[in-house]
């Protein structure tokens, strides 16, 4: 369990990460989702230490990662691809890290065969192309044998048979008991692999929720219905908690809040003819988009990187 | 035993004693340090410099060359040691400078998250491998080279002073060596940890010999790369500390860029 609290850190007049508040379960694969700069790598960093929060706290099982006696028995990072030195073979590098903890070296045999890097184990790291770089830091995160794994976006590089080996890796992991927080600006991805979700934007929790939610937050209330009496359908279909728009000139309407079923009963009901009934499940891209859409008009009003000049300029 | 007996069902491996000790982190930063090429070439570099200078000073040694005045066996069997000093210091600048530079600092730092145990290690680590290096080549530099000297200044290695200071060139090397590590973890850059070292090595000392004298007699000594010279000289030159003051002087300047490093490590993000 990863428990973030007010998490704050700030670089200088940037606030990287901007009060933080969730917890990661263990059990299920929880997505952590976010533009790229959003603060997803900086919260990880928080998490094992590797920068000291501005104010808050990231704990996991209850106390910080730093305070236990076997770090990598708590926790296994893969951070970013690039944390090997590109003069050491792979099997130094691993065993170089299992030894601070005692590892032994049939371990480290272990995880080097795990994420198929056997045939490379003794090769500088620094000629691996990106997808081996990635497995040779899942190799390291897996060490330890940790209680918690957090993955920065693990499949970054990979091809399609590793990004099937990665999901099937962190659901098998989950489904021990492990608690699973893996990263991604990709939410196709995390939509095959996570079943809760964490999405930030700017530093800031937009959602704190699972897959199916968010599916159904968006689009599981809505369709589009072509008739033979638009107006009518209209009238008879207004409510509340309903909105329906069309397109002038066209018998086609789309209506949120109701469900297809519901609107083609109501039609029946009336004798309008229904030509065309299609239940709109939004994909989680869209609801995705919705969430961080304010994030990226920010953006796109300043353009890239104006943000910390312009305020700058005018202090 | 807590740990033990609280672990989850979900550890399919036995847990044997596997925790982070400092014993642990000395023999992770030992793979390390062999397991590197550019690591041990540095550290060969220093070895074959140490050796090839003091044969060579004793076989073109001539008492009538006025390049050779005020030369002793032991001065002739170390006159690398400028080299050398310079070629162990950029290797403890690669150990920890390099670490950031390549970005595997992160790996080490999420291993051994109270960091400080990691910049012992490597001082230690480095600092014994330089010493026992630099006392195997500074003897064999000096037997080597006892062979070769022609005009009656051979002194036996058993001769008053003769192993004192072949220890200290070693002891020189280790504190140089640790010098280093603490530079390049000071400042976290390969290239400007090697340019503040050649500044206190050779630069400063250079510079100090154009003060007026009194100042100069004041300052000198105690530079890091005269006070390191004085270490390991058989005869002392005017003004120069003596060999254990010039180790005290020596080790004080390491201790402060280690003591330097150990606060920004533990004061700033990695």
Same mark, same amino acid.
């Given at each position: 369990?990863?428990?973030?609290?007010?998490?704050?850190?700030?670089?200088?007049?940037?606030?990287?990460?901007?009060?933080?508040?969730?917890?990661?379960?263990?059990?299920?694969?929880?997505?952590?989702?976010?533009?790229?700069?959003?603060?997803?790598?900086?919260?990880?960093?928080?998490?094992?230490?590797?920068?000291?929060?501005?104010?808050?706290?990231?704990?996991?099982?209850?106390?910080?990662?730093?305070?236990?006696?076997?770090?990598?028995?708590?926790?296994?990072?893969?951070?970013?691809?690039?944390?090997?030195?590109?003069?050491?073979?792979?099997?130094?590098?691993?065993?170089?890290?299992?030894?601070? #903890?005692?590892?032994?070296?049939?371990?480290?045999?272990?995880?080097?065969?795990?994420?198929?890097?056997?045939?490379?184990?003794?090769?500088?790291?620094?000629?691996?192309?990106?997808?081996?770089?990635?497995?040779?830091?899942?190799?390291?995160?897996?060490?330890?044998?940790?209680?918690?794994?957090?993955?920065?976006?693990?499949?970054?590089?990979?091809?399609?048979?590793?990004?099937?080996?990665?999901?099937?890796?962190?659901?098998?992991?989950?489904?021990?008991?492990?608690?699973?927080?893996?990263?991604? #600006?990709?939410?196709?991805?995390?939509?095959?692999?996570?079943?809760?979700?964490?999405?930030?934007?700017?530093?800031?929790?937009?959602?704190?929720?699972?897959?199916?939610?968010?599916?159904?937050?968006?689009?599981?209330?809505?369709?589009?219905?072509?008739?033979?009496?638009?107006?009518?359908?209209?009238?008879?279909?207004?409510?509340?908690?309903?909105?329906?728009?069309?397109?002038?000139?066209?018998?086609?309407?789309?209506?949120?809040?109701?469900?297809?079923?519901?609107?083609?009963?109501?039609?029946?009901?009336?004798?309008?003819?229904?030509?065309?009934?299609?239940?709109?499940? $939004?994909?989680?891209?869209? $609801?995705?988009?919705?969430?961080?859409?304010?994030?990226?008009?920010?953006?796109?009003?300043?353009?890239?990187?104006?943000?910390?000049? $312009?305020?700058?300029?005018?202090? | 035993?807590?740990?033990?007996?609280?672990?989850?069902?979900?550890?399919?491996?036995?847990?044997?004693?596997? @925790?982070?000790?400092?014993?642990?982190?000395?023999?992770?930063?030992?793979?390390?340090?062999?397991?590197?090429?550019?690591?041990?070439?540095?550290?060969?570099?220093?070895?074959?410099?140490?050796?090839?200078?003091?044969?060579?000073?004793?076989?073109?040694?001539?008492?009538?060359?006025?390049?050779?005045?005020?030369?002793?066996?032991?001065?002739?069997?170390?006159?690398?040691?400028?080299?050398?000093?310079?070629?162990?210091?950029?290797?403890?600048?690669?150990?920890?400078?390099?670490?950031?530079?390549?970005?595997?600092?992160?790996?080490?730092?999420?291993?051994?998250? @109270?960091?400080?145990?990691?910049?012992? &290690?490597?001082?230690?680590?480095?600092?014994?491998?330089?010493?026992?290096?630099?006392?195997?080549?500074?003897?064999?530099?000096?037997?080597?080279?006892?062979?070769?000297? @022609?005009?009656?200044?051979?002194?036996?290695?058993?001769?008053?002073?003769?192993?004192?200071?072949?220890?200290?060139?070693?002891?020189?090397?280790?504190?140089?060596?640790?010098?280093?590590?603490?530079?390049?973890?000071?400042?976290?850059?390969?290239?400007?940890?090697?340019?503040?070292?050649?500044?206190?090595?050779?630069?400063?000392?250079?510079?100090?010999?154009?003060?007026?004298?009194?100042?100069?007699?004041?300052? &000198?000594?105690?530079?890091?790369?005269?006070?390191?010279?004085?270490?390991?000289?058989?005869?002392?030159?005017?003004?120069?500390?003596?060999?254990?003051?010039?180790?005290?002087?020596?080790?004080?300047?390491?201790?402060?860029?280690?003591?330097?490093?150990?606060? @920004?490590?533990?004061?700033?993000?990695?």
């Amino acid at each position: 369990m990863i428990e973030i609290r007010q998490l704050v850190k700030q670089y200088g007049d940037k606030t990287a990460v901007d009060g933080l508040d969730f917890t990661v379960k263990p059990g299920v694969v929880t997505g952590f989702l976010g533009p790229n700069g959003a603060g997803k790598s900086t919260t990880m960093r928080l998490i094992v230490g590797l920068d000291a929060p501005t104010t808050g706290s990231a704990t996991v099982n209850g106390r910080a990662y730093a305070s236990y006696r076997a770090p990598l028995r708590e926790v296994g990072a893969l951070l970013e691809a690039r944390s090997v030195h590109p003069g050491r073979s792979a099997s130094s590098h691993l065993r170089a890290l299992a030894a601070t #903890h005692g590892i032994g070296r049939r371990r480290v045999q272990e995880v080097i065969e795990l994420t198929g890097l056997s045939s490379v184990a003794r090769q500088r790291a620094g000629k691996f192309s990106l997808g081996m770089g990635q497995r040779l830091g899942i190799a390291a995160a897996l060490l330890g044998d940790p209680e918690t794994l957090m993955l920065d976006e693990p499949v970054n590089g990979l091809d399609p048979e590793g990004v099937l080996w990665v999901r099937t890796l962190l659901k098998g992991l989950a489904a021990e008991g492990r608690t699973v927080f893996v990263s991604s #600006h990709l939410i196709s991805e995390m939509a095959q692999t996570a079943t809760n979700l964490i999405v930030i934007g700017r530093g800031k929790l937009l959602a704190d929720t699972t897959v199916n939610q968010l599916t159904a937050q968006d689009g599981g209330q809505s369709a589009t219905v072509t008739s033979s009496d638009p107006a009518r359908l209209r009238q008879l279909l207004a409510g509340p908690a309903v909105t329906v728009t069309g397109a002038p000139g066209s018998d086609a309407l789309r209506v949120t809040g109701l469900s297809a079923r519901q609107i083609g009963t109501a039609a029946a009901q009336a004798g309008i003819a229904v030509y065309e009934l299609t239940p709109q499940t $939004a994909s989680l891209e869209q $609801a995705f988009m919705d969430l961080t859409g304010e994030h990226v008009e920010f953006r796109s009003v300043h353009p890239a990187g104006t943000a910390g000049p $312009a305020e700058r300029s005018a202090a | 035993m807590n740990a033990a007996t609280a672990a989850p069902a979900a550890a399919p491996h036995s847990r044997p004693s596997s @925790r982070l000790t400092g014993r642990r982190v000395l023999a992770s930063e030992w793979i390390k340090l062999w397991s590197v090429r550019s690591y041990w070439m540095t550290g060969a570099l220093a070895v074959i410099f140490l050796i090839a200078f003091g044969l060579v000073a004793a076989a073109s040694y001539s008492p009538a060359s006025t390049q050779n005045l005020g030369s002793d066996s032991v001065s002739l069997a170390l006159g690398g040691m400028y080299l050398v000093l310079l070629t162990v210091g950029v290797l403890g600048v690669l150990v920890t400078a390099g670490e950031y530079g390549t970005g595997s600092i992160r790996s080490t730092m999420t291993a051994v998250p @109270r960091r400080l145990p990691v910049l012992w &290690s490597k001082a230690v680590v480095t600092g014994a491998v330089a010493l026992v290096l630099g006392a195997v080549s500074a003897v064999i530099s000096y037997a080597g080279g006892e062979g070769l000297l @022609r005009g009656g200044i051979a002194l036996p290695l058993t001769a008053s002073g003769v192993l004192r200071s072949l220890m200290l060139a070693a002891a020189a090397m280790a504190l140089i060596v640790i010098m280093g590590v603490g530079l390049g973890s000071l400042v976290r850059s390969v290239g400007g940890a090697i340019a503040i070292l050649a500044v206190l090595l050779l630069l400063l000392p250079a510079l100090a010999d154009l003060l007026p004298t009194g100042l100069r007699n004041d300052i &000198s000594p105690y530079l890091l790369g005269n006070a390191a010279n004085s270490m390991f000289s058989l005869h002392q030159s005017a003004g120069a500390l003596n060999p254990w003051a010039g180790s005290g002087v020596a080790a004080a300047w390491t201790a402060a860029a280690l003591a330097a490093a150990a606060y @920004r490590l533990i004061r700033t993000d990695v």
